[in-house]
């Protein structure tokens, strides 16, 4: 018989409806978003707009959207996410298993605490050590964490690093299944090439020009200001950059005036496949990045890539065969990466083949087929 999946996430996300729509296929599945309907229209601070996904999100999969009742709600603080019928909705359904995307939301947490125990408590995070600190507030945080994941009976692991990060609060081998961060490769990697090549000559790049991509939130986290300065004391002869995105720190980049470094304004899901065939090489230079899925995007588009240390999907994704990896905030060392990379536009072409691979193996399917093959068990 078909097991009955219940998924607490906070709002419909790109990365995560797709999975749903496939577990339905293979699973009796309801989703019960907690951040409200308001999230539909919700303002993105890092991006500084309101941000409306092109794809279907809410296509393929049962769902609800639950009353939020908090003061102030969100996904930025603890208490942005309070449903007082959140249990009762869940206990309404009667599912054989609950899955919690991230516990750091009341609502959340106050579910993995009442169904540990009454049914399997199944959770998706993707957290990591990489940033870990030390001291009491370390101390305590680990005593914290180690309770957390207690009401925990199994997670399904993103990566390498998020894997350690579960181990490390308390969670054993046998609770801990790979189920992969992953993206619509079969979208990012369709032909778009024409577009691209449009795209570049709207820029004003030559073909034979080595292009830079920076996609992301204009934040201080990302480091956008970290590719910039490496890029402009390189001065490397035919290699420009492009920044594609907004955030606060977007006057401060465009105030550099340079014919050689670009500027896009945020582009939406269906435009960024185009975007990241027109460059050469993708670079996230960020000081903290849980994952990284903007490298995953740039693999299946067939580019090579860049990133620095403190980017947790460098372990399993990067290497010299499709890109390379940087210390984290080491201008020296990114200017000294930025130039062996560029040196030659064959061999980017030839790691960006490498990245197309490679990224095969880390898919939506794989992911759906993970989770559902033991929930079905």
């Not at 496939?22 to 019960?32: G, T, Y």
């Not at 309907?37 to 769902?63: M, N, R, T, V």
């Not at 991230?102 to 408590?121: D, E, N, T, Y």
């Given at each position: 018989?078909?097991?009955?999946?219940?998924?607490?996430?906070?709002?419909?996300?790109?990365?995560?409806?797709?999975?749903?729509?496939?577990?339905?296929?293979?699973?009796?599945?309801?989703?019960?978003?907690?951040?409200?309907?308001?999230?539909?229209?919700?303002?993105?601070?890092?991006?500084?707009?309101?941000?409306?996904?092109?794809?279907?999100?809410?296509?393929?999969?049962?769902?609800?959207?639950?009353?939020?009742?908090?003061?102030?709600?969100?996904?930025?603080?603890?208490?942005?996410?309070?449903?007082?019928?959140?249990?009762?909705?869940?206990?309404?359904?009667?599912?054989?298993?609950?899955?919690?995307?991230?516990?750091?939301?009341?609502?959340?947490?106050?579910?993995?605490?009442?169904?540990?125990?009454?049914?399997?408590?199944?959770?998706?995070?993707?957290?990591?050590?990489?940033?870990?600190?030390?001291?009491?507030?370390?101390?305590?945080?680990?005593?914290?964490?180690?309770?957390?994941?207690?009401?925990?009976?199994?997670?399904?692991?993103?990566?390498?690093?998020?894997?350690?990060?579960?181990?490390?609060?308390?969670?054993?081998?046998?609770?801990?299944?790979?189920?992969?961060?992953?993206?619509?490769?079969?979208?990012?990697?369709?032909?778009?090439?024409?577009?691209?090549?449009?795209l570049r000559t709207k820029l004003g790049i030559a073909a034979s020009d080595v292009l830079i991509l920076f996609a992301g939130k204009l934040e201080p986290i990302k480091n956008p200001q970290l590719l910039l300065t490496a890029f402009k004391e390189l001065a490397l002869e035919n290699v420009q950059l492009l920044f594609v995105g907004n955030g606060v720190l977007e006057s401060t980049l465009k105030a550099s005036k340079n014919s050689n470094i670009h500027f896009l304004d945020f582009q939406n899901q269906t435009m960024m496949p185009v975007v990241y065939q027109a460059c050469d090489l993708c670079c996230l230079p960020s000081q903290n990045e849980s994952w990284g899925l903007a490298i995953n995007e740039a693999m299946a588009a067939g580019r090579a890539v860049l990133a620095s240390s403190q980017v947790s999907c460098g372990i399993d994704l990067i290497s010299q065969e499709n890109g390379a990896i940087f210390k984290c905030n080491d201008l020296i060392d990114l200017k000294q990466k930025l130039i062996a990379l560029t040196s030659k536009k064959e061999c980017l072409q030839q790691m960006g083949e490498n990245s197309s691979k490679k990224i095969t193996h880390w898919s939506f399917q794989k992911q759906a087929k993970a989770i559902s093959s033991y929930v079905n068990r």
């Open positions: 018989m078909t097991k009955k999946l219940a998924i607490i996430s906070t709002h419909p996300i790109q990365y995560y409806a797709p999975v749903f729509q496939l577990l339905a296929r293979q699973l009796d599945l309801k989703v019960f978003y907690t951040w409200g309907e308001q999230s539909l229209h919700k303002y993105d601070k890092g991006f500084k707009q309101h941000i409306a996904w092109d794809i279907p999100l809410l296509e393929g999969y049962a769902y609800t959207f639950l009353k939020n009742m908090a003061k102030d709600p969100g996904t930025h603080h603890f208490r942005g996410i309070v449903n007082p019928d959140l249990i009762s909705e869940v206990q309404s359904y009667g599912p054989d298993a609950v899955l919690v995307y991230g516990w750091a939301w009341q609502s959340h947490l106050k579910a993995m605490r009442f169904f540990k125990g009454r049914i399997p408590v199944y959770f998706r995070g993707d957290s990591t050590l990489l940033n870990k600190s030390s001291g009491l507030a370390h101390s305590l945080k680990r005593l914290f964490l180690r309770w957390v994941y207690r009401h925990v009976d199994l997670a399904f692991y993103v990566g390498t690093a998020n894997k350690a990060y579960f181990k490390a609060f308390g969670l054993k081998e046998h609770q801990l299944v790979f189920a992969p961060h992953a993206i619509d490769n079969d979208r990012f990697g369709a032909d778009r090439q024409d577009e691209a090549v449009a």
